[in-house]
């Protein structure tokens, strides 16, 4: 009897029923677009050009360490971090610096490299040594892979002085058409593990791995907790996950976040000693005709992805809520794997708010669209459909944000400069990407993003 009973937990354990817990998510909203990609994975192929742009990360201030014309090698520091010169933009390709691309007050905003055919020149070999916390930051700082942690509160750019009491990685994506976390590790299973390996003496505490109920592949790592998330859009943020497993509770509760890739990246370093920043870039939206997945390197010029650009377009680095504008010879972002393209309009709709709406996507119940046909897929544009009002304090915000947080409270605290109310509403727990949907629902176009941005600039400021 005591076998029986020994043998039952034991199957248990192993197809994670006791060791797995579960979360069902019912607050939210799926914003469904046409133009998905179908799961073709095209071969690997290099850009003739690539970008690193400081401004992907958060808090740094870089400092140049190359100039227009210099040759670079893979493991070359481009730039470091004025505050921290141990943190460095490092090149993952062999080429040549051909553009330093400036912004207002000549802050660095691109640093732009032609790509040499030729990627097998003296490939460094970076020294693995012990798997300790010291070694391993090391590592990363001279690979420049340290930049694949963020850190929460504030979502900036980690510090390697801190140990962070989790590292929490997402590895479900629930943003409108957004790549599949089951494709982007295939093929990658053994770099995973070593990556959870690595991640497990970088934290005092669990390593903490989320996913979809349906996506197995996911389930039989080990050296993490694994948890279980299902729900509407923005069940797949990590913020939401942080939420739900260990909240955040000062400015001094620091955890760090990473990507499936980025674990990927990490595991390839240790199992190899080379730096391959090999990455699966999905193209997708209703004004691009050739949609499909494609690996590539990081931070690869959109050209070299997006083909057939249908006219009045719109290209952005990421998913259509959080993502960046940028042009059709620009550079996709350092920690996106997704290329959206959808139609461009400037022209006001005639006449649009006698429209019943029978073809609008729309979250509101004063549409057409909503009630009749609510799960049917439908295209959408740039159209804002009015200006700037009044924000008005209501519930429906939290309608969208799966989180005890309430938002519309939150950014008037934000926009007086309430320190300490923004502190009692949960600004620590939240990043711009967990209220991006109560920026689409919001009547009144408020840019909650951008304010919360501005808020936790400001609390890390005073604090």
């Known amino acids: 009897m005591c076998r029986c009973i020994y043998n039952f937990y034991l199957i248990r354990i192993k197809i994670g029923i006791i060791r797995m817990k579960k979360f069902k998510l019912r607050r939210g909203y799926d914003i469904k677009l046409p133009g998905e990609t179908v799961r073709t994975i095209e071969p690997f192929t290099l850009p003739n050009r690539i970008a690193f742009k400081p401004t992907d990360f958060i808090g740094m201030k870089p400092r140049l360490l190359i100039e227009p014309g210099d040759k670079v090698k893979i493991g070359t520091p481009l730039a470091c971090d004025k505050n921290n010169e141990k943190i460095k933009i490092v090149s993952h390709v062999n080429g040549e610096v051909t553009e330093i691309v400036r912004g207002d007050r000549r802050v660095i ?11 097998h020149e003296k490939e460094p070999e970076f020294a693995i040594n012990d798997l300790n916390k010291n070694s391993i930051i090391d590592t990363l700082l001279e690979s420049g892979l340290f930049f694949n942690f963020v850190q929460r509160p504030f979502n900036k750019m980690a510090n390697p002085a801190d140990t962070p009491r989790d ?41 903490r791995l989320s996913f979809k109920p349906e996506e197995t ?14 729900g509407p859009h923005p069940t797949g943020n990590v913020g939401v996950h942080i939420h739900h497993i260990a909240p955040i509770r000062n400015a001094h509760d620091i955890v760090w976040t990473c990507s499936v890739q980025s674990v990927i990246h990490i595991g390839r370093l240790y199992e190899t000693g080379i730096l391959n920043q090999e990455i699966l870039v999905k193209v997708a939206g209703s004004a691009v005709d050739r949609r499909y997945y494609h690996r590539t390197v990081v931070g690869a010029q959109v050209s070299h992805l997006v083909k057939d650009l249908n006219e009045n377009s719109r290209i952005i680095s990421g998913n259509v809520l959080t993502g960046k504008q940028i042009e059709s010879d620009g550079f996709v972002g350092y920690h996106d794997n997704l290329v959206t393209v959808i139609p461009e309009t400037t022209e006001p709709e005639f006449l649009g708010w006698l429209n019943p709406g029978f073809a609008k996507p729309s979250w509101w119940k004063t549409f ?14 740039t159209n804002m459909a009015g200006g700037h009002r009044a924000l008005v304090i209501n519930d429906i915000y939290e309608e969208v944000v799966p989180m005890s947080i309430l938002p519309s409270h939150l950014i008037k605290s934000i926009l007086v400069e309430d320190i300490e109310e923004m502190e009692a509403l949960g600004i620590y727990e939240i990043a711009e990407e967990d209220l991006a949907l109560c920026e689409y ?10 304010i919360i941005r501005q808020g936790l600039d400001l609390i890390e400021k005073e604090g």
Do not use: W
């Open 109 to 119: 905003q691109m640093i732009v490299i032609n790509v040499d055919t030729d990627q």
């Open 167 to 207: 590292i929490f990685i997402s590895a479900m994506d629930t943003a409108p058409l957004a790549a599949e976390s089951s494709l982007i590790l295939q093929g990658n299973e053994s770099s995973f593990q070593k990556g959870l390996d690595v991640l497990s003496h970088l934290t005092s505490g669990k390593v």
């Open 217 to 230: 592949a996911f389930s039989e790592f080990k050296n993490c907790e694994l948890y279980n998330f299902s």
């Open 368 to 381: 057409a669209s909503a009630l009749l046909f609510p799960n049917k897929v439908r295209t959408v544009d």
């Open 441 to 450: 629902i919001c009547p009144s176009k408020t840019e909650f993003q951008q």
